[in-house]
């Protein structure tokens, strides 16, 4: 019965994470800018002025993070994942999911180390779903950046400018990159140059396939040229890559999920039996010879995984 208990627990954490982009509305998005612009004006219709103390205070603690190292990064990887948070609202996210999890781990086992096991295993929920999130986006877009460079291109060669090109691609294509396109689209209006817009982009997707289009529509406004046929250049080249490295990704398939299996079966193995049975796990940290068990195993771990990801990870 607690099994059962903590699979349902678990899987309703998942279901939390798995739904943070739509848990912010676009009206909150707006008091929040308008919290930033206009911090002096109280809320009067929506809210009261508890409410927008609070906000106030969550801007406050935002600002203090992003002052900090860890703080950019996370609002970095929170922008790459695409989520509606702000830094202070997934730190507090992390915090109550590592929470929740240690008080379901002593709920069902009644022992300190099973809370402190459950603790650590949900506090790296959100930074593993986060990962997960950006690498799908990076995946995703990179499947979809030679499309819509076939759709630059027409446009371009159709009477369009650069910018109305990237306004036609953002209509016809799906999310993420419509998205990323519609963000450089209203930089420019805003005010911004194409190529800081498209600067900023190349930072929200790491992908060197992008690093080629920047780097050739930014040569193209400095220099010139016939920017259409550049585009059909570089497509071409982006398609043979993305062809070469699905077969690769086909051939490293096998040892890839090896590699995920020899990491995961051990840990969760040792998590259920913490869980179950903490007193017979315990057995294996206490004091003594018997250390080198379970520090000798997760060093072999490590190393055994590191090695299997440098063998299939092949440069294309």
Same mark, same amino acid.
């Given at each position: /019965? =607690?099994?059962?208990?903590?699979?349902?627990? =678990?899987? &309703?954490?998942?279901?939390?994470?798995?739904?943070?982009?739509?848990?912010?509305?676009?009206?909150?998005? &707006?008091?929040?800018?308008?919290?930033?612009?206009?911090?002096?004006?109280?809320?009067?219709?929506?809210?009261?002025?508890?409410?927008?103390?609070?906000?106030? &205070? !969550?801007?406050?603690?935002?600002?203090?993070?992003?002052?900090?190292? /860890?703080?950019?990064?996370?609002?970095?990887?929170?922008?790459?994942?695409?989520?509606?948070?702000?830094? %202070? #609202? +997934?730190?507090?996210? $992390?915090?109550?999911?590592?929470?929740?999890?240690?008080?379901? =781990? +002593?709920?069902?086992?009644?022992?300190?180390?099973? *809370? @402190?096991?459950?603790?650590?295993?949900?506090?790296?929920?959100?930074?593993?779903?986060?990962?997960?999130?950006?690498?799908?986006?990076?995946?995703?877009?990179? #499947?979809?950046?030679?499309?819509? @460079?076939?759709?630059?291109?027409?446009?371009?060669?159709?009477?369009?400018?650069?910018?109305?090109?990237?306004?036609?691609?953002?209509?016809?294509?799906?999310?993420?990159?419509?998205?990323?396109?519609?963000?450089? $689209?209203?930089?420019?209006?805003?005010?911004?140059?194409?190529?800081?817009?498209?600067?900023?982009?190349? #930072?929200?997707? %790491?992908?060197?396939?992008?690093? /080629?289009?920047?780097?050739?529509?930014?040569?193209?406004?400095?220099?010139?040229?016939?920017? *259409?046929?550049? @585009?059909? %250049? $570089?497509?071409?080249?982006?398609?043979?890559?993305?062809?070469?490295?699905?077969?690769?990704?086909?051939?490293?398939?096998?040892?890839?999920?090896? =590699? +995920?299996?020899?990491?995961? !079966?051990?840990? &969760? @193995?040792?998590?259920?039996? /913490?869980?179950?049975?903490?007193? +017979?796990e315990t057995r294996l940290f206490t004091p003594g010879i018997t250390l080198c068990i379970p520090f000798g195993a997760a060093l072999s771990m490590i190393v055994g995984y590191v090695i299997m990801r440098r063998i299939v990870d092949i440069d294309v």
């Open positions: /019965m =607690g099994i059962l208990v903590a699979i349902i627990v =678990g899987v &309703a954490i998942l279901v939390i994470f798995i739904g943070l982009r739509s848990m912010m509305p676009q009206d909150e998005i &707006a008091d929040r800018i308008q919290g930033i612009v206009q911090p002096d004006l109280a809320i009067d219709s929506g809210g009261s002025r508890i409410e927008f103390s609070a906000k106030s &205070a !969550l801007q406050k603690l935002d600002r203090q993070f992003l002052s900090r190292g /860890m703080g950019g990064g996370i609002a970095a990887n929170l922008l790459q994942a695409d989520l509606k948070l702000t830094v %202070t #609202e +997934y730190v507090l996210l $992390v915090l109550s999911s590592a929470t929740l999890g240690a008080l379901l =781990g +002593y709920a069902i086992s009644r022992h300190p180390v099973s *809370a @402190l096991v459950a603790g650590t295993i949900s506090f790296f929920i959100p930074p593993v779903f986060v990962s997960w999130r950006k690498a799908k986006r990076r995946r995703l877009f990179s #499947e979809q950046l030679p499309e819509a @460079l076939q759709q630059l291109s027409g446009s371009l060669r159709a009477g369009y400018s650069v910018v109305q090109s990237l306004d036609v691609v953002v209509k016809q294509m799906p999310w993420p990159i419509a998205d990323e396109f519609l963000r450089v $689209v209203r930089e420019v209006q805003l005010g911004q140059s194409l190529e800081t817009a498209l600067r900023h982009m190349g #930072e929200r997707i %790491t992908s060197d396939d992008l690093v /080629m289009v920047v780097s050739s529509i930014t040569i193209h406004q400095q220099v010139g040229g016939n920017l *259409a046929e550049i @585009l059909d %250049t $570089v497509t071409e080249t982006i398609r043979e890559r993305v062809r070469i490295k699905r077969e690769v990704e086909v051939l490293t398939a096998q040892q890839r999920i090896s =590699g +995920y299996v020899l990491v995961a !079966l051990p840990v &969760a @193995l040792g998590a259920v039996l /913490m869980i179950i049975n903490p007193t +017979y």
